[in-house]
């Protein structure tokens, strides 16, 4: 599926670095994305690039909001075929539509503190893979996640929280005892690390092996930088 070139890349009221780090990129950055409208039809190769259009276009300020209008309104009201899963955080500062730049229908979005996986998330991305034939799943993780450093406080301090925030703890200490504490910023390591291992879990998972084994779906892990909106591909 190849982009539209409508939409190339227009003039900006940013200033400074950020004027040259927009205009350094190709214009095919910022056009305007088309939608996908049938499942299975965008490959992984595909999905990935237009993610990755679509954060070059938020980090600098050129985000388009694409697909929000009444005709892909009720476009939508005959069914979905989003070409990519994305499994974030709850964090409020980090919506996928917004860190890539898509609209609705584009990406199939579950969130859970820390990434989380549980039996409804689990549920959740089968769901995608097997009945929307969502080629690419990513696991993205941020910068500063309360949960995995909360998780880091308990490792240090030996105290789990109660209740349910305990739960979510107790999920990610395994990923933080296996972590290295030999770093500049342990917490960020392990937000790295607990991106890889969920990652690696999914693709180990027996809902979805089959299809990861055969090329019909790629799981890869990412990291959201608060601070310059750009996505890491871990």
Known sequence: ???????????????????????????????????????GSVDADTAMRLLRRG?????????????EGRARRAELTGGQAPFATVLGCADSRVP??????????????????GEVLDESVLGSISYAAEHLEVPLIVVLGHSSC??????????????????????LVEEILPVVESTPDDGEDFVDDCIRANARHVAETLRQDADLRDRVESGRLEIVAARYDLEDSAVTWL
């Not at 940013?14 to 004027?19: F, Q």
């Not at 309360?146 to 739960?167: D, K, S």
């Open 146 to 167: 309360g949960a995995v450093t909360a998780a880091v406080e308990a490792h240090r301090t030996g105290e789990v929280p109660h209740g349910h925030i305990g739960y």
């Open 55 to 67: 954060n070059r276009r938020w980090r600098t300020f050129h985000s388009r909001h694409p697909h």
């Open 1 to 39: 599926m190849s982009l539209s070139r409508r939409g190339a890349l227009r003039a900006s009221l940013l200033g400074g670095a950020s004027v040259a780090a927009a205009t350094a990129l190709p214009a095919s950055a910022f056009a305007e994305p088309v939608p996908v409208t049938e499942p």
């Open 96 to 113: 996928p539509e917004l860190v890539f730049d898509q609209g609705l229908g584009d990406v199939f979005t579950i969130r859970s503190a």
